[in-house]
């Protein structure tokens, strides 16, 4: 929970300093001429409606919150063959009433000694020989150290998003995601978006030309609050933290991190260049619980005075503003009522399956937006990834990519709490870590209900 020696000059473990996303702001030769790449060259995915059959794959359930049974759900849902052979979790209700769901919708029944409760409950899920995969859907703070473990353990893996809270579990991601390819193993993450067809399509354009030069971007999850839980008297601080984990900062990393980290990774996607700083600011006005910020506005700075704007807000009776946009010297790339492309007169220069409708039109045919729908459930398109790619051996590894888009979101949370503009190399110095050292239930020393980051404040006054 401390956040010690939050700037330093330390080595970064692992990984150098200067780390970071591939710059791909232009894509034109030596000779001026723009290169144009094919989605394959650019690695976009297949989009099957469902994974190609193959060997049995079992796997470790390890969170069993409305989350974790939701990608349960989803993995089971992806394909043929595929079980739910081992659940983990910290609390013993959480445990049952996904088991409960799974078993009711799949017929699926994990025997109780195959149902691990405890702090330690992932270890002895990933210690079981004949799982080939685990789906890693805890509170964001255990992230890091169960993707390691993971790894170490030669699984493939599915990590929801984001994959850390602090810079400290950013090291430990990316040295893991490293590993993993040494390995051959599949990582694919919950960054939804990167698994939509109509987001790759745009991508590819984006790369291609369509919209000039990229000079900035925006990303936005502006909504209504969000869930709470109350504390009661039965329950212990670690208890209570666990149970409203969203709200409380060193289990989710806040807000920022866990919702608008989608749209950061877009705009970090399409841009593909890391920020050199990001000042901002952000405050707590009406959450009714734990200790995080309810509103952000953070300016990310990059080289030749490239910006991104990334605002997060969870405040019932304001606007509603889910989108990114990614502005170019030809026209700019948004999501807000419907992805396409657009130029500065107004005019459409892409939009999402209407090549699909022109190429219909010429044959005579019905579209396929007529037939069946252009776009998959993205969260259950993320399973099919994963299936495929270990069924077909092709390695998709995603870690590394939420690791940096995830950083970006950090970066940005901490010049908001800290009221100060901190650059690139600074937050990927940084020993910055939240969380108790052990894990036990009890009391936790450091968390204080309703107190949340001062900007302006050393940690602690």
């Given at each position: 929970m401390k956040r010690r020696e939050f700037l330093t000059n330390a080595a970064l473990i692992g990984t150098g300093a200067a780390a970071g996303v591939p710059a791909i702001l232009t894509s034109c030769s030596k000779s001026g001429s723009r290169k144009i790449f094919t989605p394959q060259e650019l690695g976009m995915y297949t989009f099957s409606d469902s994974a190609p059959d193959g060997k049995p794959l079992k796997a470790a359930l390890i969170g069993c919150g409305d989350r974790g049974t939701g990608a349960a759900t989803q993995f089971l849902s992806a394909g043929k063959y595929l079980q739910i052979t081992a659940m983990a979790d910290i609390l013993p209700d959480r445990i049952n009433a996904s088991h409960a769901v799974l078993n009711k919708h799949f017929n699926t029944n994990v025997?109780?000694?195959?149902?691990?409760?405890?702090?330690?409950?992932?270890?002895?899920?990933?210690?079981?020989?004949?799982?080939?995969?685990?789906?890693?859907?805890?509170?964001?703070?255990?992230?890091?150290?169960?993707?390691?473990?993971?790894?170490?353990?030669?699984?493939?893996?599915?990590?929801?998003?984001?994959?850390?809270?602090?810079?400290?579990?950013?090291?430990?991601?990316?040295?893991?995601?490293?590993?993993?390819?040494?390995?051959?193993?599949t990582v694919i993450t919950g960054n939804q978006r990167r698994h939509s067809r109509a987001y790759w399509e745009a991508y590819v354009q984006v790369r291609n030309g369509a919209i000039g030069e990229i000079l900035s971007g925006s990303a936005h999850w502006?909504?209504?609050?969000?869930?709470?839980?109350?504390?009661?008297?039965?329950?212990?601080?670690?208890?209570?933290?666990?149970?409203?984990?969203?709200?409380?900062?060193?289990?989710?990393g806040d807000h920022i991190l866990d919702q608008a980290i989608h749209n950061i990774d877009v705009v970090t996607w399409f841009m593909g260049i890391k920020p050199v700083s990001a000042s901002g600011f952000g405050g707590r006005a009406r959450r009714l619980t734990g200790d995080i910020y309810d509103f952000f506005s953070v300016d990310y700075y990059y080289e030749n005075g490239r910006k991104m704007l990334c605002t997060a807000r969870q405040i019932d009776g304001t606007e509603y503003n889910v989108s990114e946009q990614v502005y170019g010297t030809k026209g700019?790339?948004?999501?807000?009522?419907?992805?396409?492309?657009?130029?500065?007169?107004?005019?459409?220069?892409?939009?999402?399956?209407?090549?699909?409708?022109?190429?219909?039109?010429?044959?005579?045919?019905?579209?396929?937006?007529?037939?069946?729908?252009?776009?998959?459930?993205?969260?259950?398109?993320?399973?099919?990834?994963l299936v495929e790619s270990i069924r077909q051996n092709t390695g998709i590894n995603q870690a590394e990519d939420l690791a940096y888009s995830t950083l970006v979101a950090i970066l940005g949370r901490e010049a908001a709490y800290t009221g100060k503009s901190i650059t690139w190399e600074e937050i990927m110095s940084s020993s910055l870590r939240y969380g108790p050292e052990t894990y036990e239930f009890g009391k936790l020393a450091d968390y204080h209900e309703g107190v949340p980051p001062i900007p302006g404040k050393a940690p602690g006054q």
């Open positions: 025997p109780e000694e195959k149902r691990f409760i405890g702090f330690d409950s992932y270890k002895k899920a990933l210690d079981l020989a004949d799982i080939d995969v685990v789906l890693l859907t805890t509170p964001t703070h255990f992230r890091p150290e169960h993707f390691r473990a993971a790894v170490d353990a030669g699984k493939h893996v599915f990590m929801e998003k984001p994959c850390a809270v602090d810079p400290a579990g950013i090291r430990t991601v990316i040295a893991a995601a490293k590993a993993a390819k040494s390995k051959g193993l502006d909504q209504g609050a969000w869930w709470n839980k109350y504390p009661r008297k039965e329950w212990s601080d670690m208890e209570y933290c666990i149970r409203n984990w969203f709200n409380i900062k060193w289990l989710s700019f790339f948004t999501t807000k009522d419907g992805i396409h492309l657009e130029d500065y007169d107004g005019n459409t220069i892409w939009k999402f399956g209407e090549d699909q409708k022109t190429s219909a039109q010429k044959t005579g045919e019905k579209s396929q937006s007529e037939t069946k729908p252009l776009e998959k459930d993205h969260y259950q398109q993320e399973h099919i990834h």
